[in-house]
C-alpha cells in the first residue's frame, strides 16, 4: 500500500523562528537593503561589489542558525508519508533537519552559478570574490532567482502539486507571484493546512481548507498531532 503523498509549501515564516530575516519587509528592504539592489539583474550589474558583498553576509548568517522544530516534524512526517516540500526560501534548513525531497524555488544561498551557463552550479560555503569564475572562465554569481528572472523550478512544482494528498502551507503570504499560484493546483478536495500567525486566506475561499493561525512551530506541533498515526 503506497504512502499517502503531502506536498508542503513553505516561506520565510518557517525560518524567521530559527533568526533567518525574512526576504522583504514592510518597505521593501532585506537586511536593510533595498531589493532592487541586491536582488535583480539590474543591481548585479550597476553594482556587483555590493551584491557580492550581500550575499556573502547572508550566507555567513546561516551558517550560524539551526533548523527549528517545524523543519524537524516535517522530516518526521516522512515515517508515515511520501513527502515533497517546495520552498520559496533560499535557506538550507529543511535539508539540515534530515528532509530528503526539496525543491527550491528562488535558489539556494549555499549554491553559486555561471553567469554564462546557469547549468552550471557550484556548492558554496565560503566568501563570493569578483574574480571567482565557473569552469568556462566566466565571473560567478548567487545561484538566487532574482526579481525578473524566471522561476526554473515552477513547472516541477505544480507537476508535484497535482500529486498531493494532502497540502501544507506554512509561513507564506499567499501573495508572491508565480508561487502563490500552486494552491490552485491540488486537485479538488485535497485537505489544505495553512499555518500561518496572520492569515491571508480564509476557510470560505477554499474547500477542505483548515488554518492554523499559529507561528511554524506550534501549527506544526498542532499538524504533527492531528496527521501522525497513534
Given at each position: 500500500m503506497r504512502k499517502k503523498r503531502i506536498v508542503v509549501l513553505t516561506g520565510a515564516g518557517i525560518s524567521a523562528e530559527s533568526g533567518i530575516k525574512t526576504f522583504r519587509d514592510a518597505d521593501g528592504l532585506w537586511e536593510g537593503h533595498d531589493v532592487m539592489e541586491v536582488a535583480t539583474p539590474e543591481g548585479w550589474q550597476r553594482n556587483t561589489s555590493l551584491v557580492l558583498g550581500f550575499y556573502n553576509q547572508r550566507r555567513k548568517q546561516l551558517l550560524t542558525v539551526q533548523p527549528n522544530n517545524a523543519h524537524k516534524l516535517l522530516f518526521l512526517l516522512e515515517e508515515e508519508y511520501t513527502i515533497s516540500i517546495i520552498t520559496q526560501n533560499v535557506d538550507d534548513l529543511h535539508?539540515?533537519?534530515?528532509?530528503?525531497?526539496?525543491?527550491?524555488?528562488?535558489?539556494?544561498?549555499?549554491?553559486?552559478?555561471?553567469?554564462?551557463?546557469?547549468?552550471?552550479?557550484?556548492?558554496?560555503?565560503?566568501?563570493?570574490?569578483?574574480?571567482?569564475?565557473?569552469?568556462?572562465?566566466?565571473?560567478?554569481?548567487?545561484?538566487?532567482?532574482?526579481?525578473?528572472?524566471?522561476?526554473?523550478?515552477?513547472?516541477?512544482?505544480?507537476?508535484?502539486?497535482?500529486?498531493?494528498?494532502?497540502?501544507?502551507?506554512?509561513?507564506t503570504s499567499m501573495q508572491v507571484y508565480p508561487a502563490a499560484n500552486l494552491i490552485y493546483h491540488c486537485k479538488d478536495g485535497v485537505p489544505i493546512y495553512f499555518i500561518d500567525p496572520k492569515p491571508s486566506i480564509t476557510e470560505n475561499q477554499f474547500k477542505n481548507l483548515t488554518v492554523i493561525a499559529e507561528k511554524a512551530t506550534i501549527g506544526m506541533e498542532k499538524l504533527y498531532k492531528i496527521l501522525s498515526k497513534p
Open positions: 535539508e539540515r533537519s534530515g528532509s530528503t525531497n526539496v525543491i527550491h524555488l528562488h535558489g539556494e544561498l549555499r549554491k553559486v552559478r555561471s553567469t554564462i551557463d546557469e547549468t552550471l552550479v557550484y556548492n558554496w560555503n565560503t566568501d563570493l570574490k569578483f574574480g571567482d569564475v565557473c569552469k568556462k572562465g566566466t565571473q560567478l554569481r548567487p545561484h538566487i532567482v532574482w526579481f525578473g528572472e524566471a522561476v526554473p523550478n515552477l513547472s516541477l512544482a505544480e507537476e508535484i502539486t497535482q500529486t498531493a494528498d494532502i497540502l501544507i502551507i506554512i509561513g
